[in-house]
């Protein structure tokens, strides 16, 4: 692969690049004097033409989400970013808030402008302090320069955004999920239809979109479709239902690797490049047994699938639920994968909102029935049982209402189908990897 040059992490590390002085330096609110000058249908078209697809984990092409809006709408419109990032092994958007945050802001006002809103709301998880910090500061810069208020960049338009902290729930990085906590509800999903496009927040239009989305739209204007879509992996003919993968990636690597970290890379780079070339491979000349593509609730590659493309369309190639939020997390072979799966099960179990039984239930059981195996007293029948749970969550089969269970059960199919002989064996010997209470059978 030809040498990449950074374009989302360009200014991070340089001194001072959380200012809005040193961004304006570097050319920043350009694209959003670029924007101003358009109409907002224009301004959507760029961003559909250039196939931006969201990076929060789902994919979806973001001009086209856009265009959902009802026509004419009488107002008000909002835009709620999602910046809550609780997916397990996932840091970009961390990164680019604490070191960048002028590029987010500006790509939420180009973004405020095409769907002709007034009113932005950034969903900050609350253990994001120094981001909070440091976004809060680029937006009082921000005010105090003209770029947001009532006259924003002297256009005549009104831009506000406005930080809300959210309690660290991962339930909230679902957009309704979202939307009710902004408006100060428990944070359960909402029943779809109607989508938030149609009625969200406080029951008006609302647009949900991630911060690395927003990063990206700030240099589609500033660059250009052409530039975005020379980046990345074009559509596969042969499957109508790939939108293609265009544009950088902030790919985090983290887990059993040499040099772990946030790299940017174009769409499309395999697990292997990623871990041998970019993290310095595995320590101690360890193996690998198994790779998160994209955060847990994407499942697992194993060792014999590293060439896949970390593309939109790549790991589901494989069986896995799809590219995630690109957290590449590395196993290597001196770990138990019945003690990974225990983890993420145990981890979802208790980030269940509880609003469908099937997700409450389903997930709390399928921790048990872990915890069973890895104190001593697990069966072959145990495996059955797990994938036949794991199997009837989600909205896939049609269960629940937002995503988080098929999340949760998509690494238990995974780890079953792709480790099954070493589960088989773990039951056999007996072995127990947890601390088992005393009188505990």
């Known amino acids: ?23 304006r330096r570097d050319g920043g ?14 301004v ?29 709408h009488t107002g008000p419109i909002y835009l ?34 095409a769907i002709k809103s007034e009113r932005a709301y950034l969903y900050l998880r609350f253990e994001y302090g120094k981001s909070y910090r440091n976004l809060q500061a680029a937006i009082d810069e921000c005010y105090a320069a003209g770029i947001l208020g009532n006259n924003s960049m002297g256009s005549g338009k009104k831009l506000d955004i406005f930080l809300h902290r959210g309690a660290g729930a991962y339930i909230c990085g679902e957009e309704t999920g979202l939307i009710e906590s902004l408006e100060g509800k428990r944070a359960w999903p909402r029943i779809k239809p109607p989508f938030p496009a149609i009625e969200g927040l406080f029951r008006k239009p ?23 879509k020379s980046i990345g992996v074009p559509p596969d003919p042969k499957n109508p239902r790939d939108a293609g993968s265009y544009g950088p990636k902030l790919y985090c690597l983290s887990g059993h690797v040499n040099k772990p970290g946030c790299y940017e890379l174009p769409l499309g780079v395999t697990a292997r490049e990623l871990i041998f070339e970019h993290g310095g491979g595995i320590p101690h000349g360890r193996k690998v ?30 069986g896995c639920l799809g590219l995630g939020t690109a957290a590449v997390v590395v196993v290597d072979d001196s770990i138990s994968i019945v003690d990974v799966l225990y983890n993420c099960c145990r981890f979802f179990s208790h980030e269940s909102c509880g609003q469908c039984t099937p997700c409450r239930e389903g997930t709390a059981w399928m921790t048990k029935i872990l915890e069973r195996m890895r104190s001593g007293h697990g069966t072959t029948r145990d495996l059955d049982l797990l994938a036949e749970v794991s199997g009837s969550i989600g909205i896939i089969p049609g269960t629940t209402i937002c995503g988080l269970s098929d999340g949760a059960a ?27 209470p005393v009188g505990a059978h």
């Not at 995974?414 to 070493?422: G, L, S, T, V």
């Open 44 to 72: 959507t078209n760029v961003v559909k033409d250039s196939g931006l697809r969201g990076r929060g984990g789902a994919g979806f092409p973001t001009g086209l989400k856009w265009t959902f809006l009802p026509k004419n």
């Open 410 to 436: 998509w690494p238990v199919k995974n780890a079953i189908k792709k480790f099954r002989p070493e589960f088989e064996e773990y039951i056999a010997s007996g072995k127990k990897t947890a601390r088992v």
């Open 206 to 228: 609302t647009i949900v979109n991630n911060i690395e989305t927003m990063a990206c739209v700030t240099h589609i204007l500033n660059r250009g479709v052409e530039w975005f």
């Open 289 to 318: 047994k198994a790779v998160v593509p994209g955060g847990i609730s994407m499942g697992f590659l194993s060792a014999d699938e590293l060439d896949i493309p970390l593309d939109f369309n790549g790991p589901g190639k494989v």
């Open 1 to 23: 692969m030809p040498k990449f040059e950074p374009v989302l992490l360009a200014r991070v590390g340089k001194p001072d690049s959380q200012k809005l002085e040193t961004y």
């Open 80 to 113: 709620a970013i999602n910046a809550d990032e609780s997916e397990p092994g996932t840091f970009n958007n961390r990164i680019l808030m604490e070191d960048d945050p002028h590029q987010i802001l500006e790509g939420i006002a180009i973004s405020c402008h």
């Open 29 to 42: 609110y350009e694209a959003l004097k670029k924007a101003l000058a358009m109409s907002p249908e224009e």
